[in-house]
């Protein structure tokens, strides 16, 4: 199966602050076949971004991936209080599809 | 608006049954797939089973095929997970969660998603 694998686990960012994110898999993603999701505490996961690259409807611009094979990579420009949370990457390339192990995108 | 939500966890011991169920409202259910996704403190978010929108084709993670059913009834607008033979590994929160396009396609990635349901199984 392919195995994603997230980091940094935790990341301490101020309220404004850009934060990266990364996201790599274990075998190469065909056809940017990648998910982001947003979780937060004592809620379901919701999805940001689809394709890579593609925001979900509704999700504001700050919110950016990129990437393409094996590293992909959430960006949030502009740290909103909204904005903590944790991130997951799922891959849906091959079967089974998975997930990344998340990072945590707490207040520095 | 789109809403799904599970019913059915509980504490169940270790061999026995559960069944949970999904009901979808806000959207033609019939013309979706729909998929279980399980979370565990331990191993995280684990993609469980899915199910095409005509219950055609049903796809599962390795450690559920043969103890684990997805179906759903189009005329009730629900989905469900009959879960056999439970471990404990099997503890988790129980999410439905929509495939983001209708039609035969199945894309993969889940929007939206239930609240999940928490099974736990333990003697």
């Known amino acids: 199966e392919v195995v994603m694998t997230q980091s940094p686990a935790t990341l301490s960012v101020s309220p404004g602050e850009r934060a990266t994110l990364s996201c790599r898999a274990s075998q190469n993603i065909r056809n940017y076949y990648l998910a982001w999701y947003q979780q937060k505490p004592g809620q379901a996961p919701s999805l940001l971004i689809s394709?890579?690259?593609n925001r979900a409807t509704g999700i504001p611009a700050r919110f950016s991936g990129s990437g393409s094979g094996t590293e992909f990579t959430l960006t949030i420009s502009s740290l909103q209080s909204e904005d903590f949370a944790v991130y997951y990457c799922?891959?849906?390339?091959?079967?089974?599809?998975?997930f990344g192990g998340g990072t945590k995108v707490e207040v520095k | 608006q789109v809403q799904l939500v599970e019913s059915g966890g509980g504490v169940v011991q270790p061999g026995r049954s559960l069944r949970l169920s999904c009901a979808a409202s806000?959207?033609?259910?019939?013309?979706?797939?729909m998929h279980w996704v399980r979370q565990t403190p331990g191993k995280g978010l684990e993609w469980v089973a899915v199910?095409?929108?005509?219950?055609?084709?049903?796809f599962y993670t390795d450690s559920v095929k043969g103890r684990f059913t997805i179906s759903r009834d189009n005329s009730q607008n629900t989905l469900y997970l009959q879960m056999n033979s439970l471990r404990a590994e099997d503890t988790a929160i129980y999410y439905c969660?929509?495939?983001?396009?209708?039609?035969?396609?199945?894309?993969?990635?889940?929007?939206?998603w239930g609240q999940g349901t928490l099974v736990t199984v333990s003697s």
């Open positions: 799922q891959q849906y390339s091959d079967w089974p599809l998975t």
């Open positions: 969660a929509r495939d983001p396009k209708s039609g035969y396609v199945i894309y993969n990635w889940f929007d939206p």
């Open positions: 806000g959207f033609t259910f019939s013309s979706y797939a």
């Open positions: 199910i095409s929108y005509d219950e055609s084709s049903q």
């Open positions: 394709g890579a690259s």
